[in-house]
């Protein structure tokens, strides 16, 4: 339906509907009149304009004020400041959320006057949290008359002389930080302009605070991050000094040393680079299962007593032989194997015993002492297995060492005393000669067998008579035969008999049995000693080579090298995984057959063997040639497609947490692993877990400096930006302010000048009571505009929505513009939805203010022509659209982003006579 308004549709009011019209019926009121539209007109005098001056001023300068500090502490007082210059109250404090959601009161004003419990209403928050009252104000503000009788209010004694209260919550981006609340010895004292004046506060000071404690954890992160880069190269200078420490330490301990001399140079190493007070190295005996303190630095050690096996299957010892684990024990009150009291004998207050490990025994245990209780970090117990695993290798090679001096005295002494076989054979093969106490090994008489034939007497011996027939042929020569389970060493040698003119034959047998087996046993040991040394050795190499690399990528892919070359293997590889998130965060291919374009994906390692060395953490080797039933059919041909042999999987562990895997992979055609190797890649793998858990954290932190430093551009350019807001808040405050005083001069101005005429032309009267009439209009529509500002802002929380009709709402806005457009010479129109279409659900009044300046704008801003109003649905028809279309000046692009501001005049309204203060739009 089409509708128009004119003057025949709508009557205007009635001017005596303005309280300020002055009646010319009573000319004796004239100066009465004067005097009352003057008073209510200028600003010196009207309370109204002048408490929204004042309080314009005073929330520009609290908000400032607020801005200015980002200390919490700071922040806080301001506000409480800035609310008793607004809101007369006996007392009040500001209760913040804390991390633990707990309610705690961080700034009080005023309580010294009424108690002297000021800590106890300190901690009073967390009693109070979970009262009505308390929960209702988080929520919006409220006001309590009288507490006494207030039935949700919670009676505590300390604050028994609060009887008027008002709760604010502060907030921010929906999200409730707090509240501030304010308390009065009077019961009714407060009243809602009260808490009107006290909500003002509530958005600027959320902002602060919230910028003040962004600082504070800024601050708290920058200075945490400080002390742990501290600690952190202090870590790594220590760090270096121990390396350097374990690398002249491992030359000391490779030299052939006695063992009592290498225990000693490891116990005084501990107890100077760990530091300890003490420390001791306990010997495993796993023949008789018993140990013994073998070296120490406790003056309670009596070097010259006996040695002492304690037998024990319980104890912090036997433990760790047993389990294989340091144990470290930073008060031995709280030991668990309550060995407390006789360490505090002693004088000691903690301990670490780290296992003595060589391949799959354990030597003994290398223990720290401290007079003090010690909190044992990581890096300190990966020092001491370090040295305790060079320490190992150096007990092994002695003692192995120790063997083979022990087989070679015994080798001498068989040589010395082994059995001695002599005879002589003449042409015919009879014994002519037969001595020595070999015969008795073959239980033969020396005597009984000279005269005989060869062939009667070893009959059961024919490998030694075919030997004798070739010496009888005039061969010389040596061989060894096993014969009744001896091995024996026999030389024949023919000689020529000058009297006989006849070959005969010498031989010489030796009973080797003995030599041949400590020979064997020399050559295992020489064996096993080359293989310890070549691991200790490879360990030391990749010690080498990762202790300088603090890179993650470069130490992982220095590691992975290392391994490739000391294994041998054709490919090694290192999966960094997340096993809660189901992620590979890093891996690194290394060796001859690695390949840098390898995607890593978590399924195909969780399926195959990678992915059971994460699920059982163990070691394992798997053969080629054979499928693995530890991997799937799928992984089993992707193994195949990639040339892939023998392979190694073995976990990568920190402090009991599975960090990933390291692998070695052979070709087909290259020899199987064995067994050494798993022992060999474990160690490694022990060895660097320390040194990328702390590249890792590295890592973390650097990431962790550029988070912060990204954070702490975000939040200076944020305040900057919001302090140039409040700069350009300031400038608007002053324009506004000069274009009030310039709107409110000019209609006083012609107030004065036609009240003069009246007078001085009491005819005129009619003209000039219209004239006077236009101007107390403007005045009025000019402080109903700043109250309606002051109000919105006050009222956010208060709107009341309801169904309405946004037809009939237009409808009544419009009607009461009708003076206006006729005034004006415009013509309006209203082109409406359907009536059941357009109901809405809003703020009658606040919905009204909307509409009427949207075509209060439209009016000023059209000199002639028309005004076009609609409502219609949008595609969806879901939301109902109201258009107001004018043929007025328009706006200009650069005004655009800048209309709905507060006090903002476009370019044509400030150059132009148009009664506007730019407060349109922003209601």
């Known amino acids: 339906m089409y509708e128009t308004f004119s003057h025949t549709l709508f009557q205007s009011r009635s001017r005596n509907e303005r309280s300020f019209v002055i009646n010319m019926d009573k000319p004796n009121k004239l100066t009465e009149a004067t005097q009352k539209a003057e008073d209510y007109l200028h600003p010196q005098f009207n309370p109204i304009i002048q408490q929204y001056a004042l309080r314009a001023d005073a929330m520009y300068v609290a908000t400032a004020a607020l801005a200015e500090s980002l200390d919490l502490e700071s922040v806080l007082n301001t506000l409480l400041e800035y609310l008793e210059s607004l809101v007369p109250f006996d007392s009040a404090n500001v209760m913040l959320f804390e991390p633990d959601t707990q309610l705690r009161i961080r700034a009080m004003r005023g309580y010294k006057k009424w108690t002297h419990e000021l800590e106890t209403i300190r901690n009073i928050a967390p009693v109070v949290q979970t009262s009505p009252v308390l929960q209702a104000a988080l929520k919006k503000s409220i006001i309590i008359d009288n507490t006494q009788v207030y039935p949700d209010w919670k009676y505590v004694p300390t604050i028994a002389f609060i009887k008027n209260w008002i709760g604010v919550p502060l907030k921010i981006g929906g999200k409730t930080i707090g509240l501030y609340s304010l308390d009065k010895t009077i019961p009714g004292f407060f009243t809602q302009e009260h808490v009107q004046l006290a909500e003002m506060m509530a958005a600027p000071a959320a902002a602060a605070i919230r910028n003040a404690r962004l600082h504070e954890q800024v601050q708290a992160q920058a200075l945490e991050l400080e002390q742990r880069v501290a600690e952190r190269t202090e870590g790594l200078d220590q760090q270096y000094q121990r390396q350097a420490a374990l690398a002249h330490l491992k030359i000391s301990l490779n030299e052939p040393n006695e063992l009592d001399e290498v225990l000693e140079q490891v116990v005084q190493a501990t107890t100077k680079l760990l530091p300890a007070s003490a420390a001791s190295i306990v010997l495993w005996d796993s023949v008789s299962e018993s140990f013994y303190t073998s070296a120490s630095t406790t003056p309670q050690m009596d ?27 930073s008060n031995v009150r709280n030991d668990p194997f309550q060995a407390n009291q006789m360490l505090a004998d002693y004088g000691y207050q903690a301990y670490v015993g780290i296992p003595l490990i060589s ?21 300190d117990i990966d020092f001491l297995t370090a040295l305790a695993n060079h320490a190992a290798v150096a007990i092994e090679n002695i003692r192995l060492f120790q063997a083979v001096r022990t087989n070679e005295a015994r080798l001498r002494s068989v040589i010395t005393h082994a059995p001695v076989l002599l005879f002589a054979l003449n042409q015919a093969g009879d014994v002519t000669f037969a001595k020595g106490k070999g015969f008795d090994a073959l239980k033969l008489k020396p005597d009984e067998v000279e005269g005989r034939s060869y062939l009667e007497v070893l009959r059961p011996f024919p490998e030694i008579i075919q030997d004798c027939q070739r010496a009888l042929a005039g061969e010389s020569f ?50 096993q000693t080359k293989k310890i040394l070549n691991r200790t050795e490879s360990l030391y190499q990749v010690a080498q080579s990762v202790a300088v690399v603090s890179d993650l990528t470069h130490l992982l892919q220095a590691i992975v090298s290392n391994v490739a070359d000391v294994l041998p293997a054709n490919r090694a590889a290192i999966y960094i995984v997340d096993l809660e998130k189901k992620l590979v965060k890093e891996f690194v291919i290394s060796g001859p057959g690695g390949n840098q374009n390898h995607i890593a994906l978590f399924d195909t390692l969780w399926n195959g063997l990678t992915g059971w060395v994460l699920r059982e953490s163990k070691p394992i080797l798997s053969l080629k040639g054979k499928p693995d039933p530890r991997e799937t059919t799928k992984i089993q041909k992707i193994r195949q497609s990639h040339q892939a042999g023998s392979i190694i999987v073995v976990p990568l562990q920190y402090q009991n947490q599975m960090m990933g895997t390291m692998t070695a992979i052979r070709q087909p055609d290259e020899p199987d692993f064995v067994e050494e190797d798993v022992s060999l890649l474990m160690a490694i793998a022990n060895q660097v877990t320390s040194a990328i858990q702390t590249a890792y954290l590295n890592q973390q932190v650097q990431m962790h400096i550029l988070q912060l430093e990204d954070r702490v551009t975000e939040r200076t350019q944020e305040l900057s930006h919001a302090n140039e807001q409040l700069l350009e808040l300031g400038h608007l405050k002053t324009k506004f302010m000069n274009d009030v005083s310039h709107e409110l001069r000019t209609p006083l101005t012609n107030l004065k000048l036609y009240l003069k005429l009246l007078e001085r032309k009491p005819e005129e009267h009619e003209r000039y009571i219209q004239v006077l009439n236009k101007s107390a209009d403007r005045l ?8 309606r500002l002051s109000h919105l802002e006050i009222d956010k929380s208060r709107l009341a929505f309801q169904p309405i009709s946004l037809n009939q709402i237009t409808r009544n806005v419009i009607e009461s513009f009708t003076d206006r457009v006729l005034e004006k010479g415009l013509r309006i129109s209203f082109i409406p939805e359907e009536e059941g279409e357009t109901a809405v659900f809003g703020d009658p009044k606040q919905l009204a203010d909307v509409i009427s300046c949207l075509i209060s704008n439209a009016i000023n801003y059209t000199i002639e022509g028309k005004i076009d109003i609609c409502t219609s649905l949008d595609s969806a028809r879901d939301h109902v659209i109201l258009e107001v279309n004018d043929t007025g000046v328009g706006i200009a692009d650069e005004d655009k982003p800048h209309i709905f501001e507060p006090f903002y005049r476009g370019n044509y309204a400030s150059q132009s006579t148009i009664p506007v203060l730019g407060i349109g739009l922003t209601l």
Do not use: S
Not at 367 to 374: A, M, Q, R, S, V
């Open 359 to 379: 391949g799959d025994d354990c030597l003994g245990v290398l223990y720290g002492l401290d007079n003090e209780i010690h909190d044992y970090k990581q890096f």
């Open 303 to 329: 070097k010259e007593a006996p040695v002492q096996r304690v037998r024990r299957k319980g104890g912090a010892t036997r433990w760790i032989i047993d389990h294989k684990q340091p144990l470290a024990v």
């Open 478 to 527: 040596q061989t060894t035969k096993t014969i009744m389970k001896m091995t024996w060493d026999v030389k024949y040698a023919p000689f020529c008999d000058e009297a006989e003119n006849e070959y005969n034959v010498l031989g010489v047998a030796t009973d080797v049995t003995e030599l041949h087996r400590v020979q064997k046993e020399q050559e295992r040991m020489h064996l």
């Open 780 to 787: 009025t529509n000019l402080v109903e505009a700043i109250l």
